[in-house]
C-alpha cells in the first residue's frame, strides 16, 4: 500500500486558505486519494476523495497532479472550527492511515 | 439516527478481565472495520469483515476476537486485557472497494 507524507502540523488564521499537501510517490493504478478530518474525542469523518484531476464539494477541493504522486487538500476560509487532524490515504479497500497533519487555526 | 454506532463509549477494566465492544451499522454498508488508535494518536486497521467474511486480520493478538453475526454487526472480544490495550477503538464501515468510511465514535478503553 502506498505510504503518504504530510507535514506534521500547520497553523493558520481564521479567514484564510489552507492547503494541505500529501505525498505519495508509491500509488498504485487503482488507488483513490481520501481525506479525513478528525476532531478531539471523534472518530475520523470522510472528507473528499478523488482519483485525478480536481474535485470539489461543500467542504473543501482537492487538487491531484496527472503523475497522481501527492495531492492537495484546499480549505476555503477556515474557522476556529476547522482546528482538527487531517489524514491523506492512498488505497483500495484498505485504508492505512498515517500520522496525519494537526491544523491549529487562531482568531 | 446514529449511522455508526459503538457501545461503550468508555470502559474502564482491570488486568486479566475479558470485555467486548459492540458495533452497528445502519447504512446498509457490506464492509465493517475495527481501527485502534494509541496515545501517539496512529489509526491502525485490525480487522475487516464483508459480508460477515473476515477479509483483512492484521498482525493483532489472538486475545482479540472479531464476531459479526450479520453484515449490520461487528463485536469485538478482548480476552485477558492488558495495559498495552487501553487505547481508543473505532468501528467504521464502508460500501467497501475505494469508497469512503463512515466511523463511529469511539470506545475509550482503559486498562488498569
Known amino acids: 500500500l502506498a505510504k503518504t507524507t504530510q507535514p506534521i502540523s500547520m497553523d493558520s488564521y481564521e479567514g484564510q486558505e489552507v492547503n494541505i499537501t500529501c505525498s505519495h510517490n508509491?500509488?498504485?493504478?487503482?488507488?483513490?486519494i481520501t481525506w479525513y478530518q478528525q476532531f478531539p474525542s471523534q472518530g475520523p469523518r470522510f472528507i473528499i476523495q478523488?482519483?485525478?484531476t480536481k474535485v470539489t464539494n461543500e467542504v473543501a477541493s482537492l487538487f491531484i497532479p496527472a503523475d497522481r504522486k501527492s495531492s492537495t487538500l484546499s480549505l476555503p476560509r477556515v474557522s476556529l472550527s476547522d482546528t482538527a487532524v487531517y489524514y491523506c490515504?492512498?488505497?483500495?479497500?484498505?485504508?492505512?492511515f498515517g500520522q496525519g497533519t494537526e491544523l491549529s487555526v487562531k482568531p | 439516527d446514529t449511522a455508526v454506532s459503538q457501545t461503550p463509549k468508555y470502559l474502564v477494566t482491570q488486568m486479566g478481565n475479558d470485555k467486548s465492544i459492540k458495533c452497528e451499522q445502519n447504512?446498509?454498508?457490506?464492509?465493517m472495520y475495527w481501527y485502534k488508535q494509541d496515545s501517539k494518536k496512529f489509526l491502525k486497521i485490525m480487522f475487516s469483515?464483508?459480508?460477515?467474511?473476515?477479509?483483512i486480520n492484521e498482525t493483532v493478538p489472538n486475545r482479540f476476537s472479531p464476531k459479526s453475526p450479520d453484515k449490520a454487526h461487528l463485536n469485538l472480544h478482548i480476552n485477558s486485557l492488558e495495559l498495552g490495550d487501553s487505547a481508543v477503538y473505532f468501528c467504521?464501515?464502508?460500501?467497501?472497494?475505494?469508497?469512503?468510511?463512515?466511523f463511529g465514535s469511539g470506545t475509550r478503553l482503559t486498562v488498569v
Open positions: 467504521a464501515s464502508s460500501r467497501g472497494g475505494g469508497y469512503g468510511y463512515t
Open positions: 508509491n500509488i498504485a493504478t487503482n488507488d483513490y
Open positions: 478523488g482519483y485525478k
Open positions: 490515504l492512498v488505497g483500495f479497500g484498505k485504508l492505512i
Open positions: 447504512l446498509g454498508h457490506d464492509t
Open positions: 469483515y464483508n459480508n460477515k467474511e473476515l477479509i
